[in-house]
């Protein structure tokens, strides 16, 4: 157990629709990394936020979007949907610096 | 961006000492060198991390030349549980707007 909760730990849903993905750090973890795993593209980063504030964006699409709340949970939503966001979704935390990322369990996105 | 380059997959035996071998060639001077596990269907798990020379863990050794353009990690008589896809992550989690790239990784599988 890593210490990082995500929720849910599965989702279906249709295409053209929106879902929220939910991530909880480590307890003292400032920093939170969103990842996209699919087949056929393997873990690619999405964003990365340090206390509430947007620090590295990778390859997130305009459709995505996240936040970091002040209690530092961190929420990813995927907007309009496509088949191709069918994935698993992981989240990270790390206290900050040169100190390694944590991942969570993954929430595992079905669009149909 | 330090662009990695990895074997795809690598079979071993049980009880062998395993070396995987991870290019860098245009590492920055402030990247460090950071290894990665992942199960199917987990999150990736921290291994080691090192920015030159050796550096030893329960787990592995991680060897970096001192041109630093390529790094080993070393695994220690695996056992069939090391069976996983291992990442090499080059950047300096320290610099704001780094993009961690992860690539497709070394799929190891351990033989009885």
């Known amino acids: 157990d890593s210490g990082v909760t995500q929720t849910p730990k599965h989702l279906i849903t249709a295409t053209g629709q929106r879902v929220t993905l939910r991530c909880s750090p480590r307890s003292g973890d400032l920093s939170v990394y969103w990842y996209q795993q699919s087949l056929d593209q393997g873990l690619q980063f999405l964003i990365q936020?340090?206390?509430?504030?947007?620090?590295a964006k990778g390859n997130i699409l305009e459709r995505f979007s996240a936040q970091q709340f002040p209690d530092l949970h961190s929420e990813l939503n995927l907007s309009s949907l496509e088949l191709g966001d069918s994935a698993l979704y992981f989240c990270?935390?790390?206290?900050?610096?040169?100190?390694?990322?944590?991942f969570g369990p993954g929430t595992r996105l079905t669009v149909t | 961006l330090a662009k990695t380059t990895q074997p795809i997959s690598m079979d071993s035996y049980e009880g062998q000492e395993v070396n995987i071998t991870c290019s860098h060639n245009n590492i920055a001077t402030n990247d460090y060198i950071t290894w990665y596990q992942q199960f199917p269907s987990q999150g990736p798990r921290f291994i080691i991390q090192?920015?030159?020379t050796k550096v030893t863990n329960e787990v592995a050794s991680l060897f970096i030349p001192a041109d630093r353009k390529s790094s080993t990690l070393s695994l220690p008589r695996v056992s069939l549980s090391d069976t996983a896809v291992y990442y090499c992550?080059?950047?300096?989690?320290?610099?704001?707007?780094?993009?961690?790239?992860f690539g497709p990784g070394t799929r190891l599988s351990v033989l009885p």
């Open positions: 992550l080059v950047g300096d989690p320290r610099r704001y707007g780094q993009n961690f790239v």
């Open positions: 990270a935390s790390s206290a900050g610096g040169l100190n390694e990322q944590y």
């Open positions: 936020y340090y206390n509430g504030e947007e620090r």
């Open positions: 090192g920015y030159k």
